[in-house]
T-cell receptor
């Protein structure tokens, strides 16, 4: 089992460009999450999906959109990247509140 | 809203010694889970230990144990016999209603040989 996978691992964008971060899990979890991690801020929730077909905003949703394509996949889209979106992005999945399983992260730099 | 506070940005410990990382939290939920996650330089988030709020007994996992004080809303992590591989960022986290997890800002642990 691969657990939670994320692509790409690294990305550099110019201001105004768009991109989609992909996430997939093979643990049959209902819930999936997108976080961003910034120095001194911990992990902050961008969006989450409690089940296939549903998505909800987290703490910092502005500038992002998500799609829960199916039970396995949960993508995060930046429509018009800004330097303030330079961060490390983590996808996670869970079944109930017991534990979240994290992907390896994507380091995104917006110039 | 739920909050998690880690007031120690950095800690250091001598190899083989014991260190305690502090965490306080606030939530209006009666049922919740508390976690400590470890993030080594590889960036991978790894669950260290989990505590269910309804359990009075403190969780332990080998060299890792917690001191859960529900009334004080305190959840500290004790690492015994510290090893070089324990050097990492440690995040305290709270899972309350609707499966939302709130993380603290982290404590960077240095292990001195």
């Amino acid at each position: 089992n691969a657990g939670v996978t994320q692509t790409p691992k690294f990305q550099v964008l110019k201001t105004g460009q768009s991109m989609t971060l992909q996430c997939a899990q093979d643990m049959n979890h209902n819930s999936m999450y997108w976080y961003r991690q910034d120095p001194g801020m911990g992990l902050r929730l961008i969006y989450y999906s409690a089940s296939e077909g549903t998505t909800d905003k987290g703490e910092v949703p502005n500038g992002y959109n998500v799609s829960r394509l199916n039970k396995r996949e949960f993508s995060l889209r930046l429509e018009s990247a800004a330097p303030s979106q330079t961060s490390v992005y983590f996808c996670a999945s869970s079944e109930r509140e017991i534990e979240q399983f994290f992907g390896p992260g994507t380091r995104l730099t917006v110039l | 809203a739920q909050t998690v506070t880690q007031s120690q940005p950095e800690m250091s410990v001598q190899e083989a010694e014991t260190v305690t990382l502090s965490c306080t939290y606030d939530t209006s939920e009666s049922d919740y889970y508390l976690f400590w996650y470890k993030q080594p330089p590889s960036r991978q988030m790894i669950l260290v230990i989990r505590q269910e709020a309804y359990k009075q007994q403190n969780a332990t996992e080998n060299r890792f144990s917690v001191n859960f004080q529900k009334a004080a809303k305190s959840f500290s992590l004790k690492i015994s016999d510290s090893q070089l591989g324990d050097a990492a960022m440690y995040f305290c986290a709270l899972s309350g209603g609707y499966q939302k997890v709130t993380f603290g800002i982290g404590t960077k642990l240095q292990v001195i040989p």
